[in-house]
């Protein structure tokens, strides 16, 4: 039985450790693209600074709706990849608070967790 | 010893507002930690649970730093900025040698807590257990902290490594992940408000994300080649230059 939760705990570590490595290269890859693609297409490196602020649903929101309509602009793609930057520790948070509930099952930790998780959520959809 | 602290100010070199400096700066420190996390999480020296208990207060600093940060005056960001730079100079001097003890019997909070660990040392294959002590001052004292770091877009590591090390009597290497743990989180909370705000241009911001990545990437290869003394006299060199270029910055008003 022990075993098997340190086996569990070290195959959540590598998983946790893969899933941070991924999140940095795929927010990294979509960076990259969209400023070569804006540079291509503008031809200028700077674009004109956002007017107001934003958050995850509307940067998810308008990737979508253009790559639906198949008019998909550069700076959605970079947005994208600063969601992908941001959703990454965030995502290792709801890790953590997943091991605390359901492999340690340690009830003072998953409240500890989730109230970590509950501000953090809370934070990325401010307006 | 982060990018965060010499990344600002060569922004605001290069002719870049404070405050944006501060906010694109704090994207990027989400994007350093991460990776350092992802190579730490393997090793299993990190403790999560001292990371966890001391996030609940860090990110509330963090996200009444970056809010504070949005409404204030521009000079005493420079100031206050030297003077972060001017501890984590001291931090660094203090840190000659990497010696530890374990502190005495744990107090009653700390138990509760269940903050202790083990973990084993690379170099001597030897399994050492610790425990943390004194949490009852660690948690509002990284409140403090995560303030700073929201307040002024940096990970703040070193700060955070002093609470770890010196208050809560953690090992090094214990310290040094766990508080990289933390980093991440504070850096996503002060990060949303800049966000939500308007304070961060994605096209002003990847490049710089981009370019620490491949700084990051670059450094640590060159980094092994050194030795820790000369890293360390080459941080103690530059962290003095930067705090009191900062510090003269906000005296004659940016």
Redesign the interface.
């Known amino acids: 039985m022990h075993t098997t939760t340190d086996q569990r705990v070290r195959g959540m570590a590598s998983l946790v450790g893969y899933t941070l490595l991924g999140g940095v290269l795929t927010s990294a890859a979509l960076m990259s693209t969209g400023l070569v693609w804006n540079w291509a297409s503008s031809g200028r490196v700077q674009g004109t600074p956002p007017a107001a602020g934003t958050d995850l649903a509307q940067i998810f929101a308008t990737f979508l709706r253009q790559l639906a309509s198949g008019t998909l602009q550069p700076r959605p793609l970079i947005y994208l990849g600063l969601a992908v930057l941001l959703l990454t520790p965030y995502l290792r948070v709801a890790a953590s608070a997943l091991y605390f509930a359901v492999v340690e099952r340690n009830l003072k930790y998953t409240v500890f967790t989730g109230f970590v998780l509950a501000v953090l959520t809370g934070s990325l959809f401010l307006r | 010893m982060g990018g965060g602290i010499v990344l600002i100010p060569a922004l605001t070199l290069l002719g870049m507002d404070i405050k944006q400096a501060i906010a694109i700066t704090m994207?990027a420190v989400?994007?350093t930690?991460?990776?350092a996390?992802?190579?730490y999480?393997?090793d299993?020296i990190t403790n999560?649970?001292v990371g966890?208990?001391l996030?609940?207060f860090a990110?509330?600093g963090a996200?009444a730093g970056a809010t504070i940060t949005l409404s204030a005056p521009r000079r005493p960001l420079f100031i206050l900025f030297g003077l972060v730079l001017f501890i984590s100079w001291a931090s660094l001097f203090a840190r000659q040698g990497e010696h530890w003890r374990q502190a005495a019997q744990p107090d009653r909070v700390s138990r509760w807590?269940?903050l202790h660990g083990s973990y084993e040392d690379r170099a001597s294959g030897e399994i050492v257990r610790y425990h943390a002590t004194r949490a009852y001052l660690g948690g509002p004292l990284m409140f403090g902290v995560g303030l700073v770091a929201g307040l002024l877009g940096i990970g703040a590591g070193s700060l955070k490594v002093v609470i770890l090390d010196l208050v809560m009597g953690l090992p090094p290497k214990v310290s040094t992940t766990t508080s990289n743990l933390i980093i991440?989180?504070t850096?996503?909370?002060g990060?949303?408000?800049y966000?939500?705000?308007?304070?961060?241009?994605?096209?002003?911001?990847?490049?710089v994300?981009?370019g620490v990545?491949a700084g990051a990437f670059v450094g640590t290869r060159v980094l092994v080649r050194l030795t820790n003394q000369t890293v360390r006299r080459f941080f103690l060199v530059v962290l003095a230059i930067l705090g009191i270029e900062m510090i003269v910055r906000g005296l004659r008003g940016g």
Not at chain 2, 195 to 207: H, K, M, R, T, V
């Open positions: 994207v989400i994007a930690s991460s990776g996390a992802s190579a999480v393997r299993r999560l649970k966890m208990f996030e609940m990110i509330v996200l807590l269940e991440g989180v850096a996503l909370a990060t949303s408000v966000l939500a705000a308007g304070a961060i241009d994605p096209i002003l911001a990847a490049p994300i981009l990545l």
